[in-house]
């Protein structure tokens, strides 16, 4: 039931763009992107709806794919600043309880 | 500003001994949530509340308590039964979206990262 990322890491130059998939086995109902820095707290980045659009949040994007099940992330000419850990969380159902997948660490070097 | 406040940032606990770990916000939100989080590891849900004096066990509620008797607060009392408490505590707290009844995005805390001595 928990959604798989893949992949599980990533390392970047920055200027890269990358792909971070979450894919699940059950229907979707909504689909959460959050980053992590090192000892923090994550923060949103983007919620994606059953249909709904796809997002955008600076040059970060996502897209939600219902038949497959599956969100994909993507991060456009990488910045310094987007390295860390990026989980989705899904939604089944209405009951407001996401669940985690275990995250894709992300590195960007100069 | 609106926010959700976390506190102690450090806590340590001898064995045997109950904590109680402080989660506020300000943000209005009707549905507040607890996840433990272990290095290299997701998120795992303890406990979640929805409305007041309401909440549910997550996957990993054993060795936990929780009350919501405010909406704005959900502290969480670690007990000398969870064995392994040692771990980075995450509260976190949404609204609803309008439709389909989805989640807006989670806001969460700084973290409350506990150590057993």
């Known amino acids: 039931q928990q959604p798989v990322q893949s992949p599980q890491a990533v390392i970047l130059r920055e200027g890269e763009d990358a792909v971070i998939n979450c894919s699940s086995s059950k229907a979707l109902y909504s689909v959460h992107w959050y980053r992590q820095k090192h000892g923090e707290a994550p923060v949103f980045l983007m919620i994606l709806l059953k249909g709904g659009e796809q997002m955008r949040h600076e040059k970060i994007s996502a897209s939600f794919n219902e038949k497959k099940q599956q969100s994909s992330l993507y991060l456009t000419a990488s910045q310094l600043s987007y390295s860390g850990t990026y989980f989705c969380?899904?939604?089944?159902?209405?009951?407001?309880?996401?669940?985690w997948g275990l995250g894709t660490s992300l590195a960007v070097n100069p | 500003d609106g926010g959700i406040t976390q506190s102690p940032k450090y806590l340590f606990r001898k064995e045997g001994q109950n904590v109680t770990l402080s989660c506020e916000q300000n943000?209005?939100?009707?549905?507040m949530y607890w996840y433990r989080q272990d290095p290299g590891q997701g998120l795992r849900l303890i406990y979640y509340?929805?409305?007041?004096?309401?909440?549910q066990k997550g996957d990993i509620a054993e060795g936990y308590s929780v009350s919501r008797e405010k909406k704005e607060s959900f502290p969480l009392t670690v007990t000398s039964a969870q064995k392994n408490p040692t771990a980075f505590y995450l509260c976190?707290?949404?609204?609803?979206?309008?439709?389909?009844?989805?989640?807006?995005?989670?806001?969460f805390g700084s973290g409350t990262r506990l150590t057993v001595v």
């Open positions: 969380g899904t939604e089944h159902d209405n009951n407001r309880k996401l669940i």
């Open positions: 976190a707290s949404s609204s609803r979206t309008p439709r389909l009844s989805a989640s807006y995005g989670y806001t």
């Open positions: 943000l209005n939100h009707d549905a």
């Open positions: 509340s929805q409305i007041v004096n309401d909440f």
